[in-house]
């Protein structure tokens, strides 16, 4: 055999060697998008609305939200207002929001005798009750369950991690296929018209390679919320000292209780204890919540914090507000009886990798860089929404009649196995991806047998 014939083999063999793998990739390519598109268009559009839940709220809920500013007239004291909520819907104020701003209302969490929650919106210059809703019943709070799936069961949890774990691979896989073979278009450009399949597998690519960094970021943020992943990495990072941060101080009384459960709070803080208020004489009278507030102003908390009542005597005053500017952050447990803070604690005592997880949760939630952070955002939930609906139309044009259209199985398994190989690494970071990726690799052994059985 001459060496030119040589050549000519080895050139064919590279060929049919890049050929497999690129069948290999698009073929687990196309399992990702169907495990995780659905997913990735409600999340894509449930996130792109709860990045303006501020805006959407104050007018779908103006009536209850805002009032008029009325600089000349000083607030009513916050015991007046709780007593007029109470007043209004009888049963026990549990929490009290102060108003972030001069034209928005104050709002009374009141716990009624059937267990139901009701937030009770009251303007802070008259008093005056302005209306009532379920907690946490406003729009946005629905959004934000639909986002998180929590009307699902907590399960869900669980569904956040694999639908993350694996759109982290799909964005992965994407760039493989993507990447320029010599092709005209379908890099940074568009082909044809809508009517051919080159159109939308040209806007498919183009589209998911500008996403794919915000697919990558959204995933990796949005893992602190998942069922396994999300605990596990909360418990390491969060889980001594009774779930503070190290250098806060712990040396009081602790509870059973968790932040988390009384009052809406950080990832960082999910696994915070609540302190109790030490022992005090039998005459020795609490401070009441006009003199808890008045401290937490004094301590300088950011406005709009809230202010959760002791239910207990044992329980403590607790100040949390969670703005915009993480540098603001801030948990406040004030003793009932002598107003001293038994624990203060702000974003500066988190921990290097709570630091790091809460900076891109808040970016995740179009906080941090302000009006930039949302539109970013958002142009990158309408950039998912295209690649979703792209990528269905381009597979029904493509699929054969009759089948799923799953892209044909590379010729040599090595290729595929070692590409499952790679996989695992992903599957093994994030364990409930792994039993997915196990799960899959069945069905597809199976499909691959039946339609081999079909041929022949």
């Known amino acids: 055999m001459s060496d030119l014939t040589l050549g000519r083999g080895d050139a064919g063999a590279a060929m049919r060697s890049a050929s497999d793998l690129y069948r290999a990739v698009w073929r687990w390519h196309f399992y990702a998008g169907l495990l995780v598109l659905p997913f990735m268009i409600t999340l894509a559009v449930t996130g792109a609305l709860y ?22 007239i000083s607030r009513v004291a916050p015991s007046a207002m709780v007593a007029s ?29 059937g ?36 009307y699902f069961g907590s399960f869900t949890r669980a569904l956040i991690e694999i639908a993350g774990g694996w759109s982290i691979l799909l964005v992965l896989t994407g760039i493989y296929l993507w990447w320029p073979r010599r092709q005209t278009g379908g890099v940074v450009t568009v082909r044809g018209t809508p009517k051919r399949r080159v159109f939308w597998r040209d806007l498919h690519a183009v589209t998911g390679i500008f996403a794919g960094f915000f697919i990558l970021f ?16 909360n418990e390491w990072a969060n889980g001594n000292n009774f779930g503070y941060p190290a250098g806060v101080r712990i040396a009081v009384p602790m509870s059973d209780e968790h932040l988390d459960h009384l009052a809406k709070t950080t990832w960082s803080l999910e696994q915070a ?10 005459g020795t009278r609490p401070i009441g919540l006009d003199r808890a507030i008045a401290i937490f102003d004094e301590l300088g908390l950011h406005r709009g914090y809230a202010v959760n009542i002791p239910a207990t005597p044992e329980g403590v005053y607790t100040g949390s507000v969670y703005p915009d500017d993480l540098s603001q952050q801030r948990v406040v447990h004030l003793d009932q009886y002598s107003g001293k803070p038994l624990i203060d604690m702000s974003f500066a005592d988190y921990g ?15 906080q941090e860089f302000g009006r930039a952070n949302q539109l970013v955002l958002l142009a990158a939930c309408a950039g998912i929404v295209v690649l979703a609906v792209s990528a269905g139309i381009m597979w029904w044009k493509r699929r054969p009649k009759g089948s799923l259209g799953v892209p044909p199985m590379p ?14 690494v992903g599957g093994i970071i994030f364990p409930l991806v792994g039993l997915t990726l196990i799960f899959m690799l069945t069905a597809d052994q199976i499909l691959f047998r039946l339609s081999r059985r079909r041929k022949t």
Do not use: C
């Open 51 to 72: 990045l303006f839940r501020d805006e959407i709220d104050a007018i779908v809920h103006s009536d209850l939200k805002r009032v008029v500013a009325q600089e000349s």
């Open 85 to 113: 909520a109470l007043a209004a819907h009888p049963g026990t104020a549990v929490k009290f929001t102060d108003p972030p701003e001069t034209t928005a209302s104050a709002e009374i969490t009141v716990a009624r005798p």
């Open 115 to 150: 267990g139901e929650k009701l937030a009770v919106y009251v303007d802070p210059y008259s008093g005056k009750v302005l209306g009532a809703l379920s907690d946490r019943g406003t729009i946005m709070w629905t959004i934000r369950y639909l986002h998180s799936l929590k």
């Open 218 to 233: 959204l995933a990796v943020t949005g893992m602190p919320w998942s069922g396994v992943w999300g605990a596990k990495v």
């Open 273 to 282: 204890q609540m302190p109790q208020s030490p022992a005090h004489d039998h």
């Open 352 to 366: 290097l990798l709570g630091k790091g997880l809460e900076w891109g949760i808040n970016v995740h939630m179009g």
């Open 411 to 424: 010729s040599d398994r090595w290729v595929l196995r070692g590409l499952i190989a790679i996989l695992a």
